[in-house]
């Protein structure tokens, strides 16, 4: 049955998958950070497009060997990720000093959000397209 | 070549912040909410999106129903949503289900929230569905002819806030908060409104009618991941137009109502089964007066000139559902073990001066329990064929001198998908037991009331394209034992079947991202249920057009009626610009009929010893102007 559907949704581009839509915008992310299209990725603990379309990501097992960590929640975060660049999917993420940046839902629309301290604390320099998503705190 | 390096440069970062923009937009678009709540294969379904709702100006639900395929937004003689009116029977709306998001908006009398809820204010909605053609069983707990599925803003979208301001034509204001947020472990969602919606005022027989109406509501959800409570309260204090009784124009009326809803929602078994419980507590006071008494007619053969009418009407329903969801083998099974408690009082009346008990009221029922069970399977034939097969069952429990009733349903359904082609075919036959007040109403109650019967075939085409869908509906259904009213006044079932037959032909062209046409042509041919043979010929068009013009958001609408309810052709042109300030702020301009020529409705007024009938527009010209502002 969900075979039956899915060709109603894949008509038109504009009904292109969300989760794929949204790893693309992750993707999109993660190398503007690292500036690595290989990065290393640790996700702390499930963010369903990533789970998804894992392919697209260098997944790492552990915090300790990643370059990035993608939090779906600010609790247990494992101790290893300490000394981490933390990048959030919740605007509340943000409260936590570590996140230098956050993915979300707010006001019914997707917001990509970047606090200017933080990124120069944790010596980040964005692509400068991404300058109109940098804030300051 | 060091500039040609700049300009690649600069070319690959603004391409590279468009294709963000782009990916962020169509994001948006993709994660529409509906994308994940609707049910194609449960009935001709029509979606308004988010984005319909936001750039349509869609301020009410009478806003969507207006245009609804064959039918029209139409009110009762008191003011209140009917859109099968057949005045003076004051609701004919009983098989058109409302539900927000998993909750059954009711009314314990007439079995619909319809009534009460179909001119919501939809500023708190994220999205509606409506389904048409006797839907999938597993939406309620009783079959319907139309469901109406109300989704609310959540956390999951909408954190954060959002004030809203308006005022319009007559005096009309409206202001509305609402505020998301999402906790680690759990989501929670406020909305409070005021809506004091002013009307224009009708002058019949030295009297005036108003139709104004005041309305507060609360909604409030907290949900995780498996569990959701929701909280809902509406108070209305409203003008009650023409009143519910026949035979003399009031010089003032008044419905004061307050509803409360308190659901909850329990899934277990990653997501197979589901739980839902939801009480609701509704009380409403009415209140008539009349300069000129009233002629009140009381059975066999008198009348009674009375002055003043008061009622207090009590009512709760509490409803309990199980539902398991299986996928075997590329069948989609689902059960539903349903049970329903409907309590109601109309016996608080008095009229001044006092006249004898009309109607045997204290001698029917006033608790009915509802059991009810359904099956429906959806087998995968192949990647391309959908079968659709679904039974229900109720049994309805009565007290006092009301009988025992036993309705079931059956419904076949079809969908065939090829490529860019879809086709939709349901063929049900389905009992609608009589709602109370069909039975326990003093003015034309009847306890002998049988269950009707509706026997329907809808099928649906359609074929999308990039930019373009056709699509088209057709359908015939005929109805046996309609319940209406007799030449004494009487409600009783009809002993010859009523025929019907639709069609409609659909046209939407998305020219650009945002641009979007739209276009209906509906007809609706039924037969007299006191003529039989004598067909009611109703056509209605609709051509709508959104567009977005930089920072402005513009909404065209025309509705066309022609042979509904007899009244003559209408056209209700609807037009309104939304400008975005900035990204939180947006003022917005909407006018509604603005050529004032919109559908109109009569009402009997008297019936003997001549007929007289105030006729007055279902939709009026007014202008809106509101502010919102997101926190």
Redesign the interface.
Known sequence: MIKIFFIFFLISTIYAGDLKLASSIFEKITIAITHDKKSKIYVCSHIDAIDKYSEHFNIVDNCENADIVLISSTKDIPITCKDKVLFGTKYKHLKNKNVIGAFFWQKGRPNILFYKSRLDKNHIKLETSFNKYVENE | MKSLYILFFVIS??L??D??DA??D??????DLS?KTKK??AGNLIVYT?DDLERMQVESLKDILKSLRFFSYAENRMAQTDIFNGDPVSYYSQTVRVYLNNTELLTSLTGSGLIMFGNMEMDFIDHVEIYQGFPSFDFGIEPATIVIRLYS?SA?????G?VKVQVGSYGTNKQNIYYA????EYDYFFYANRNDEKKDEYEHDGEILRRDKRTERFYGSINNEQHKLELHIQKTTADAFLGSLVGGVPSSTKIESQFINISTESKFMNNSLVVNLSYIDEEEDLAYRYNTPLMMYVPPATFIPVNTFDQNIYQEALTASVKKYWDIN?H?ISVGLQYRYKHFDIDDYIFTPIIPPIGPTNKTYNTQNIYSLFIQD?I?LN????LSLSFMNQYYDRNKDASHLHTSQVRLGY?Y?K??F?SKTFISRQEFAPEPYMVISPAYGNIELDPDVYTSIYQELSY?L?KVIYRTVFGAGYNERAPILNDLGQMTNLEHNINGYFASLEFTYKFR?KDKLELQANAFYIENPFESYDLVRHYNYLARLLNTVGKFDIFNELVAHNGYAEQSSSYDYSMGIKYEAT??LHFSVKGENLFNDSLTWSYFNTVAPTVDKVTVPTIERRVLFSMEY?F
Request: hydrophobic residues 20%; aromatic residues 4%; proline residues 2%.
């Open positions: 970062i603004s590279f912040a294709d963000l990916l962020l169509n994001y948006e678009q993709a994660s994308q194609e294969s988010r803003k999951q979208h909408d954190e954060g959002r947020s999402s906790e680690e590329g989609d959806e995968s990647e391309n064929n959908l969908t998908s490529d860019k879809v999308t990039p991202d990204r939180d997101l």
